[in-house]
């Protein structure tokens, strides 16, 4: 699979903190991280999870996978990565990656994308489905954040396998585990993608004051979609890097810097000028930024 253009890593401000930490999957327990499953759409929202057994699917394609009429995915990501391990947390993105997949479907539908985990020959007991999109459309671009409400245990590498799902009349191909029991349902086989996942920094809740080979700085933000964020944490160069484009910062920013967040292009609601520890970045006079400033400005 070719072509194709990943997105991850969206540091914006959280909604909420959460009471409950979130749960610790270990590295072979497919079934912990397909129930922490979580999708979203290009524009944050939270998207509803079809779950399917996976033996109803795997039969389906089995059955329907040579129909002239089942459907192709023609390019997704060559791989899908999360470095630390909490990658949904409450309302709000965290850390996802974008799912950004081409697909052609002789139906007319944008097809149902069926995702299991699987790792050594085993695979999750169910499947997570992304509701398709009777669209009138034989060819086009499927676009979803994907990611996890869980933590990593150890650094854990298994597969996601992607199979496309449609009906002949596109019957039920807003509700997956409906489609999956129409008589006109056609799957194809499934194309795998890597997934890593990596705990969370040993020093992060810890109280540490350390960041070794990143950068420490708060993600508090405040801005028209919400409040949240930790006054604490550390930024790696990459993680910085996925979200906006440009090498991570040699220290964190001061109270009183301006356009710590992004308000336009890919990176916009990134912060792309991370405040330092205990300060807040604050856009708009609702969020008490005195400066008026694109961007809002590094505030206590």
Same mark, same amino acid.
């Given at each position: 699979?070719?072509?194709?253009? *990943? ?152 597969? *996601? ?140």
């Amino acid at each position: 699979m070719t072509n194709v253009r *990943v997105v991850g890593l969206a540091l914006a401000g959280l909604a909420a903190c959460t009471s409950a930490p979130p749960p610790t999957c270990t590295a072979d327990d497919l079934d912990c991280f397909m129930d922490q499953l979580s999708f979203r759409g290009s524009d944050g929202a939270t998207v509803h999870i079809d779950f399917v057994d996976t033996e109803t699917i795997l039969a389906l394609s089995t059955a329907t996978s040579n129909s002239p009429s089942v459907p192709f995915l023609t390019s997704g990501p060559a791989s899908l990565t999360y470095p630390y391990g909490t990658l949904i947390d409450g309302a709000d993105v965290i850390f996802t990656d974008s799912l950004e997949l081409t697909f052609t479907d002789p139906n007319g539908c944008q097809p149902v994308v069926a995702l299991t985990l699987a790792s050594h020959g085993t695979r999750s007991k169910h499947t997570g489905c992304f509701p398709g999109l009777h669209d009138m459309k034989k060819a086009g671009t499927i676009m979803s954040n994907v990611g996890f409400t869980a933590t990593a245990a150890t650094d854990t590498s298994i597969g *996601v396998e992607l199979r496309p799902i449609s009906s002949t009349d596109c019957t039920s191909i807003d509700a997956p585990a409906d489609l999956v029991k129409t008589a006109s349902a056609v799957a194809n086989m499934s194309v795998t993608i890597p997934v890593t996942i990596s705990p969370p920094p040993a020093d992060e809740g810890s109280g540490s004051q350390t960041c070794p080979g990143g950068l420490l700085v708060s993600t508090l933000d405040c801005d028209g979609l919400g409040n949240g964020g930790t006054s604490s944490y550390c930024l790696s160069s990459a993680e910085f890097m996925t979200a906006t484009g440009m090498p991570l910062p040699s220290a964190c920013y001061p109270a009183g810097t301006t356009g710590c967040e992004s308000e336009s292009g890919q990176s916009a609601g990134a912060l792309v000028k991370p405040c330092c520890p205990g300060l807040t970045c604050k856009v708009g006079a609702a969020c008490g930024d005195p400066t008026g400033a694109v961007g809002g400005s590094c505030q206590e």
